[in-house]
T-cell receptor, first 116, second 108 residues
Framework: NAGVTQTPKFQVLKTGQSMTLQCAQD?????MSWYRQDPGMGLRLIHY???????DQGEVPNGYNVSRSTTEDFPLRLLSAAPSQTSVYFC???????????????FGQGTRLTVV | GQQVMQIPQYQHVQEGEDFTTYCNSS?????IQWYKQRPGGHPVFLIQ?????EVKKQKRLTFQFGEAKKNSSLHITATQTTDVGTYFC????????FGQGTTLQVKP
């Protein structure tokens, strides 16, 4: 069982570069989300999606774009990387498409991103 | 804005001591979930509470949801070194928001 797969696991970017963090789930979950984790800040919601073609902003969306063309995939794009985006990024999915908070969320292994 | 606050941020205990973390929301929550993240790992679901005043137990872990559905607690009885990690509450006050987490260190 693959669950939620994130790639890459590690990435170093130069300031101003762009990149896409990949997230795929094989559980047919409607709800998918992206979080960033920084020391002392917990997990902060970047963007989320309640189904294919539907996305919305979370707490800290600036500098990030998302799209949801299929149920399985929810990529996160950094448009122009900045040192402030150095963080650990987690993708999560859950069954519920309405609230996303009704059922257990499954997390990927995380992507550790450093922007220099 | 909508916030879910968790205290304490860090807790160091001697093995065998009890541990409690508290989660407080500025707004009423539809439900609350608790997750555990081991060092270097990813959050893993522990439990979900839905009803006002609900209490659930998992072996040495006791979870409570407040009567007003604005606060919750996780209590671990007789901590073990395997309990080390960060415990997060996860609420839905409109959007899925995590508390900042409580990092538990257990000294053997």
């Amino acid at each position: 069982n693959a669950g939620v797969t994130q790639t890459p696991k590690f990435q170093v970017l130069k300031t101003g570069q762009s990149m896409t963090l990949q997230c795929a789930q094989d559980m047919n979950h409607e709800y998918m989300s992206w979080y960033r984790q920084d020391p002392g800040m917990g997990l902060r919601l970047i963007h989320y999606s309640v189904g294919a073609g539907i996305t919305d902003q979370g707490e800290v969306p600036n500098g990030y774009n998302v799209s949801r063309s299929t149920t399985e995939d929810f990529p996160l794009r950094l448009l122009s990387a900045a040192p402030s985006q150095t963080s650990v990024y987690f993708c999560a999915s859950s069954y519920s498409g309405v609230s996303g908070g009704d059922t257990e969320a499954f997390f990927g292994q995380g992507t550790r991103l450093t922007v220099v | 804005g909508q916030q879910v606050m968790q205290i304490p941020q860090y807790q160091h205990v001697q093995e065998g001591e009890d541990f409690t973390t508290y989660c407080n929301s500025s707004t009423t929550l539809s439900n609350i979930q608790w997750y555990k993240q081991r060092p270097g790992g990813h959050p893993v679901f522990l439990i979900q509470l839905v009803k006002s005043g609900e209490v659930k137990k998992q072996k040495r872990l006791t979870f409570q949801f407040g009567e007003a559905k604005k606060n919750s607690s996780l209590h671990i009885t007789a901590t073990q070194t395997t309990d080390v990690g960060t415990y997060f509450c996860f609420g839905y006050p409109g959007k899925l928001i995590f508390g900042q987490g409580t990092t538990l260190q257990v000294k053997p």
